[in-house]
């Protein structure tokens, strides 16, 4: 059984530029959340996926973007980037009828801006 | 604004002593509290979770404690192990929100 994948696992960008991730969820779940881990904190929610629409939102620009597709599978867009987008982008997926708090993380996709 | 705080950055215990780690909360309506363990390199793993009509829980090794008086949460570790040197989150959830709400984290180090 497949756990959650995301690609690529280390990215480097340049200021101002765009950037997409991906996710796969675990096998069964139908939905998708993103956050982002600063180094030395803890995961900030940007926002989460069901039914291909955003379900909710944490407090992040419009910068950031996303979109799921039929197969449950979803993107993180950033565009415009700065030096502090630098982080650890981590994918969660769970299944919708399940327990909200029944997240299971993906390894991340580090992002570094120079 | 609501926010979930641990207590202490960082703890070092010896190989086979028991660990506690704490966490504060200040969401009174947070129906789940979940502890994570994430290693390096890693994405957070679950470890354990506790409802928050319950007051706790106890798994393999670990042990979580809830005081909703004091909005307080603790992991303890049993004996604990090299493998567990990790950094540990704890999260809340209330059923309203679909988002988990970590803490900044414990890097708990395991002394041979």
């Known amino acids: 059984d497949a756990g959650v994948t995301q690609s690529p696992t280390h990215l480097i960008k340049t200021r101002g530029q765009q950037v997409t991730l991906r996710c796969s969820p675990k096998s069964g779940h139908d939905t998708v959340s993103w956050y982002q881990q600063a180094l030395g904190q803890g995961p900030q929610f940007i926002f989460q996926?069901?039914?291909?629409?955003?379900?909710q939102r944490g407090n992040f620009p419009d910068r950031f973007s996303g979109h799921q597709f039929p197969n449950y599978s979803s993107e993180l867009n950033v565009n415009a980037l700065l030096l502090g987008d630098s982080a650890l982008y981590l994918c969660?997926?769970?299944?919708?009828?399940?327990?909200?708090?029944?997240?299971?993380f993906g390894p991340g996709t580090r992002l570094t801006v120079t | 604004g609501e926010s979930v705080g641990l207590h202490l950055p960082t703890l070092s215990v010896q190989e086979g002593d028991n660990s506690i780690i704490n966490c504060a909360y200040s969401n009174s309506a947070s129906d789940y509290f979940i502890w994570y363990k994430q290693e390096s390199g890693k994405g957070p793993q679950f470890i354990i979770d506790?409802?928050?009509?319950?007051d706790k829980r106890q798994g393999q090794r670990v042990t979580v404690l809830l005081n909703k008086t004091v909005k307080h949460l603790s992991l303890q570790i049993a004996a604990t192990q090299p493998g567990d040197s990790a950094v540990y989150f704890c999260a809340e959830n209330s059923g309203s929100a679909r988002q988990l709400t970590f803490g900044s984290g414990t890097q708990l180090t395991v002394l041979p």
């Open positions: 506790i409802r928050s009509n319950m």
């Open positions: 969660a997926s769970s299944l919708s009828a399940g327990p909200s708090y029944e997240q299971y």
């Open positions: 996926y069901y039914e291909e629409e955003e379900r």
